[in-house]
């Protein structure tokens, strides 16, 4: 008897313990407001992470905090917030009082894009643009073997019209729209399969269902090590240092630039002197030797930038997205795919 | 003998007091968060990460692994408990552990469990040791079209799993499956059952499905009709612990459990998940008193609970021999080398040998380390079942709902527990609907979907191109198969029922 009560007792404490933990960390977007500070941060940080625990952006987002954290004085810690195609922690953030202490930490996408395919709570300026983080840069993968280089592909590509098959992550993402422009720009016809993440499109390549596909820089590097892969091309305006071999699309004379850039944002009307830190104390730890080297390990370039440049860099990339999906055949085509 | 060589490495290299601690750490980490519902290693090994930033590679990898295969060992503690899945892999587990539980033999179940998860991650282990490149190599020959085919001839040959009407499991599926399809798309982009909100774009979680489907509805049924303490049966020191008869038993099932789980749970589909159901209806198509299972079978648990271990544990051979996670938890994993500048790809064994061995070594040792954990815990676990509901079930839904809540820190998955929870009570208590098949309906029903239209997609929609692909004709030929015949049972027993009008086939 004493034994199953102190045991339950013990059940007890635990799990309220566990509430308490949860009450502890930080606010959700439906927790209450929290009060404006002058001074920055005065209580912890919470980063919202529009993909699942792990992913590439998720991972420099955990190391960013955990340098953060030094540099600011404050916890930062990471909440993910995944779905909608970025949309949700997206809106989650747009949503949040705009006093500093909830930011976001993910692909432009989310911001400038994915308004063109859905109806969103938010427009791309409800978010104001603190500091950005990397640049990955894309280039287009095929299994060793059939294609040796772009202009194979091309050719197999003209010759056999719709037999190509690509894959891409997220439909109407970046990567897909780059896809097919570069298609639209080789003339070649190839039908597009979507995947939901980076490892079954690699699979799909790898076991040879789909022909190929643009990926991030770092899977190019592991793959083509391993002799599995060959890249024939990169969208990089110029060769990379880790891929000196592969030439750009630029080269092959292909007006191809392909990068996915994560960046921090905060909730429109956050105060200059908040975000002013954020950005100095970002760009610091992005020049920090010791981030440096573990965030370029995963394939990413660093790119410190000042406010204003990447407040016009938002307003450019949301100014191409809108020409190329309103204003040409491969946003038609885009389109058309998603309605289906 | 090289394989032996770098494994006694490995050993030397987890050997040191720091690696035990950390392995320690991570598999009772894991343990716990196995135990509580709803918190899977996913939150529990993101939640790590930074500490395993701090120390080196290996010791941040044991840590994160040992989460990992640690839930594994939990998560069957709640199943059996309480009916409540830790995991959607210990939902089998439920069936019969809960009524073992109920008869008093909840200690039995638990440690037959344990047992046989250790056997099942060892065996794992060494599969993964010996044949994780050529393995994760021939899993790629698999493509969108065969994993439409494995799953379309799972969910027709498991759809009956629990036994009961054929016909409203094979209603539970589509509902499983219907359920499957809200959110954002993955092939279109376009919104699907969203009714325009944001949170439902993202799909609906397994985990509230399973805590309201399992928990809540246990929760208001206990409610309504609270079982007295004195039903349950005293629980002796005794009986804490498997009478030799059940340990008998559960060895065949164990064994057969563990070779079911290992390959199926490298594949990129729900593999652990996939592999209990198949352990299970395999164990009752095998069993000499198949009436048994739903009432309290230990092979029931014995099975399903080894196949679950053994798939988890050859679940990391695509990450660990070409750098492809396909689950969250090896997302997380990846995450954790990616950022220690280790990039786990083909070359990893090679040019991180010290890393590879080590982390197999650790993972043998973090299976004992278990089994040593958990064994003792039984009868401490298994003296729960003796508390009163009156104590047992405010508890059970506060976990409930910290689990369901975790997942998505959304307060909408907290209703979307309460609304399964009122829809499984109903679907228990007055439709005589089973559980399961609507879980197996809404995991696999999302893959089968997936792959349909990748495959189509590569053979232009051609469907019969699909077919020509050997594994797709075979699976889908075992399906046809199985469904013709039972149309045919169908209507043969309405005919005997019918009596002598003769009107068969």
């Known amino acids: 008897m004493f034994f199953k009560t102190k045991f339950v007792l013990i059940l007890a404490i635990f799990s309220l313990s566990i509430l308490f933990t949860g009450c502890s960390s930080g606010t959700s977007g439906d927790a209450g407001k929290k009060e404006e500070k002058i001074k920055y941060p005065e209580?912890?940080?919470?980063?919202?992470?529009?993909?699942?625990?792990?992913?590439?952006?998720?991972?420099?987002?955990?190391?960013?905090?955990?340098?953060?954290?030094?540099?600011?004085g404050q916890p930062f810690f990471v909440m993910n917030r995944p779905g909608g195609a970025l949309t949700i922690g997206t809106a989650e953030v747009a949503k949040s009082a705009p006093d500093g202490y909830t930011l976001l930490s993910g692909a432009l996408d989310g911001v400038v894009l994915q308004g063109f395919y859905q109806q969103l709570p938010y427009k791309y300026t409800d978010l104001e643009p603190i500091a950005v983080e990397t640049v990955r840069y894309m280039g287009l993968l095929v299994k060793k073997g059939k294609f040796n280089t772009l202009e194979d592909l091309v050719k197999y590509g003209k010759e056999n019209p719709g037999k190509l098959k690509y894959g891409t992550v997220a439909i109407g993402g970046l990567p897909h729209i780059m896809t097919e422009e570069f298609l639209t720009q080789a003339g070649v016809q190839a039908a597009g399969i979507g995947f939901d993440g980076g490892p079954p499109l690699v699979a799909a390549i790898l076991g040879g269902h789909i022909d190929f596909a643009f990926l991030g820089a770092m899977n190019l590097i592991t793959y083509q090590k391993s002799g599995d892969t060959v890249t024939l091309a990169m969208a990089s305006p110029k060769r990379l240092d880790s891929l000196p071999e592969v030439p750009t699309f630029k080269e092959k004379g292909y007006n191809i630039e392909l990068y996915v850039r994560s960046g921090v944002f905060a909730p429109k009307g956050v105060p200059e002197s908040v975000a002013d830190r954020l950005n100095e104390g970002i760009n610091k730890i992005l020049k920090d030797p010791a981030f440096a080297e573990k965030a370029k390990a995963n394939g990413e370039e660093l790119t410190p930038m000042s406010r204003q440049e990447f407040k016009e860099l938002v307003q450019k990339d949301y100014e191409r997205m809108d020409k190329i999906l309103n204003d040409s055949p491969v946003g038609e085509r885009i389109k058309q795919m998603m309605k289906k | 003998m090289e394989y032996v060589d770098n494994l006694i490495k490995g050993f030397i290299l987890v050997g040191a007091p720091e690696k035990l601690i950390f392995c320690f750490v991570g598999v009772f980490v894991g343990t716990i968060v196995g135990v509580l519902p709803g918190l899977g290693p996913v939150g529990a090994m993101a939640l790590l990460f930074p500490l395993s930033l701090e120390v080196d590679p290996l010791s941040g990898i044991i840590l994160l692994a040992g989460i990992y295969y640690g839930s594994m060992y939990g998560g069957s503690t709640t199943s059996i408990l309480i009916n409540v899945?830790?995991?959607?892999?210990?939902?089998?587990?439920?069936?019969?552990?809960?009524?073992?539980?109920?008869?008093g033999r909840a200690g039995a179940a638990l440690a037959v469990s344990a047992i046989g998860s250790l056997v099942a991650g060892t065996v794992g282990v060494a599969v993964v040791m010996f044949f994780a490149p050529w393995l994760g190599r021939a899993a790629l020959a698999l493509g969108p079209p065969e994993f439409f085919a494995i799953t379309f001839c799972g969910l027709v040959v498991l759809s009956n799993v629990t036994g009961g009407s054929t016909l409203k499991a094979f209603l539970g599926v589509i509902l499983g499956m219907m359920l499957s399809t809200v959110g954002l798309d993955v092939l279109t982009g376009s919104s699907r059952f969203t009714f325009g909100t944001l949170e439902l774009s993202k799909?609906?979680?397994?985990?509230?499905?399973?805590?309201?489907?399992?928990?809540?509805?246990?929760?208001?049924?206990?409610?309504?009709?609270?079982?007295?303490?004195?039903?349950?049966?005293?629980?002796?020191?005794r009986d804490l612990f498997p009478r030799l008869d059940e340990l008998k038993a559960s060895v065949k099932p164990i064994m057969r459990g563990t070779?079911?789980?290992?390959?199926?749970?490298?594949?990129?589909?729900?593999?652990?998940?996939?592999?209990?159901?198949?352990?299970?209806k395999m164990e009752r198509s095998l069993s000499k008193n198949p009436e048994n299972f739903g009432k309290g079978a230990i092979e029931g648990v014995?099975?399903?609970?080894?196949?679950?271990?053994?798939?988890?544990?050859?679940?990391?051979?695509?990450?660990?021999?070409?750098?492809?996670?396909?689950?969250?938890?090896?997302?997380?994993?990846?995450?954790a080398f990616m950022v220690h500048g280790v990039n786990p790809g083909p070359l990893f064994m090679k040019q991180h040998a010290d890393l590879y061995w080590g982390v197999i070594a650790a993972l043998y040792i973090g299976n004992v380390m278990l089994l040593l954990l958990n064994y003792p815990l039984v009868g401490v676990f298994a003296s729960l079942a003796t508390v009163s509901p009156k104590i047992i079930m405010p508890i059970v839904t506060g976990m409930v709902f910290i689990g369901a809540y975790t997942v998505n820190n959304s307060v909408f998955d907290l209703w979307l527990t309460l609304v399964f929870g009122l829809v499984g009570y109903v679907m228990k208590e007055h439709l005589d609907f089973k559980m399961p098949p609507l879980?197996?309906?809404?995991?696999?029903?999302?893959?089968?979907?997936?792959?349909?239209?990748q495959g189509l997609g590569m053979v232009d929609g051609n469907f019969l191109v699909m077919l020509q692909r050997p594994v797709t004709a075979v699976c889908m030929a075992i399906a046809a198969i199985i469904l013709?015949?039972?149309?045919?049972?169908?209507?043969?027993?309405?005919?005997?029922?019918?009596?002598?009008?003769?009107?068969a086939l």
């Open chain 2, 484 to 503: 013709i015949f039972q149309i045919l049972r169908f209507f043969y027993n309405k005919s005997k029922v019918s009596g002598s009008e003769g009107a």
């Open chain 1, 43 to 72: 209580k912890q940080v919470q980063i919202v992470v529009p993909v699942p625990a792990g992913g590439g952006d998720d991972t420099l987002a955990r190391l960013l905090a955990q340098h953060a954290q030094k540099e600011f």
């Open chain 2, 302 to 335: 014995a099975g399903p609970e080894s196949a679950n271990n053994a798939a988890s544990t050859t679940g990391m051979i695509p990450l660990l021999s070409l750098g492809l996670p396909f689950t969250a938890s090896m997302t997380v994993l990846l995450g």
């Open chain 2, 85 to 103: 899945p830790g995991e959607a892999t210990s939902m089998m587990t439920c069936i019969d552990g809960y009524q073992m539980s109920r008869k």
């Open chain 2, 439 to 453: 879980i197996i309906g809404f995991i696999l029903g999302g893959v089968l979907e997936k792959s349909l239209r």
């Open chain 2, 203 to 237: 799909g609906i979680d397994i985990v509230p499905i399973m805590m309201g489907l399992f928990g809540m509805s246990e929760i208001f049924s206990t409610v309504l009709k609270p079982y007295s303490v004195k039903d349950v049966v005293k629980v002796k020191f």
């Open chain 2, 259 to 280: 070779f079911l789980g290992l390959p199926i749970g490298m594949l990129p589909c729900p593999g652990a998940f996939l592999s209990t159901i198949v352990s299970y």
